[in-house]
T-cell receptor, first 112, second 115 residues
């Protein structure tokens, strides 16, 4: 089955800095890569996703890149703010399934 | 999108007892999922709740321990049976409102503590 590795497990940045979270996956048939944000005590919520037919997608301060050859994808957050502090999960799912396999999560801490 | 209500939101349980978690969705959905999130850990799929048939369990999870009901397209329950402290976790209901897109909507979760 699919295996998703996520790094780092913890990321601490100063407000205004950029943050990058990286994930790798094992199943070459995976074609959908969502990112979820889980604030403390809250439910995970989708913040951005990318499909295998594109290499990059942006939404304001967040962007995701995908390298299918290397089987890795990354989340980039620019101009971080304290409200970006949360646990971020990457995931991968494959054609015909759409049940994602999640990474272990990255705890992002943005210091004011 | 979907509005998902889960209850209880939290509970403290005694070893050896069972607890049933309910999940109600504000629209009919084909697929409902139950996840477990242990403290500081990722989201692990327990099973897919299928309407009108038995749930499909992931490796490491069995029906005797986690019986699931899915009586209709808006409701499901997960029972955690014969609980031990290792079952202390957050249990999350999730739905895929637009099959094929891949986006999941989650309930707020049920935080169980087993003493």
């Amino acid at each position: 089955g699919e295996n998703v590795e996520q790094h780092p497990s913890t990321l601490s940045v100063q407000e205004g800095d950029s943050a990058v979270i990286k994930c790798t996956y094992s199943d070459s048939a995976s074609n959908y890569f969502p990112w979820y944000k889980q604030e403390l005590g809250k439910r995970p919520q989708l913040i951005i996703d990318i499909r295998s037919n594109v290499g990059e997608k942006k939404d304001q301060r967040i962007a995701v890149t995908l390298n299918k050859t290397a089987k890795h994808f990354s989340l980039h957050i620019t101009e971080t703010q304290p409200e970006d502090s949360a646990v971020y999960f990457c995931a991968a799912s494959r054609r015909g399934s759409y049940i994602p396999t999640f990474g272990r999560g990255t705890s992002l801490i943005v210091h004011p | 999108s979907a509005v998902i209500s889960q209850k209880p939101s939290r509970d403290i349980c005694q070893r050896g007892t069972s607890l049933t978690i309910q999940c109600q969705v504000d629209s009919q959905v084909t697929m409902m999922f139950w996840y477990r999130q242990q403290p500081g850990q990722s989201l692990t799929l327990i099973a897919t709740a299928n309407q009108g048939s038995e749930a499909t369990y992931e490796s490491g999870f069995v029906i005797d321990k986690f019986p699931i009901s899915r009586p209709n397209l808006t409701f499901s329950t997960l029972t955690v049976s014969n609980m031990s402290p290792e079952d202390s976790s957050i249990y999350l209901c999730s739905v895929d409102t637009d099959p094929g897109t891949g986006e999941l909507f989650f309930g707020e979760g049920s935080r169980l503590t087993v003493l």
